[in-house]
């Protein structure tokens, strides 16, 4: 357990589901939103947001083979 804050007050269902969708995507940065849901009969949304994302090299030591 830990603190939701989110629309309903947190899930109360059996399942999450969660769902994303790519709101931008131009060169090397990319916008998404996302929501999740909690499942019992009926999908109850319980927390949604907006991602920004940079794609980045790494530098040579943090890399794996």
Avoid at 55 to 65: F, S, T, Y
Wanted: aromatic share 4%; hydrophobic share 35%.
């Amino acid at each position: 357990p830990g603190v939701w804050r989110g629309v309903e007050g947190g899930p109360d269902g059996t399942e999450l589901i969660a769902r994303a969708k790519t709101l931008k995507m131009s060169g090397s940065i990319g916008v998404a939103t996302v929501e999740v849901f909690s499942k019992e009969s009926d999908e109850t949304l319980c927390v949604f947001g907006t991602a920004t994302m940079r794609a980045m090299d790494l530098p040579g030591g943090l890399r794996q083979p």
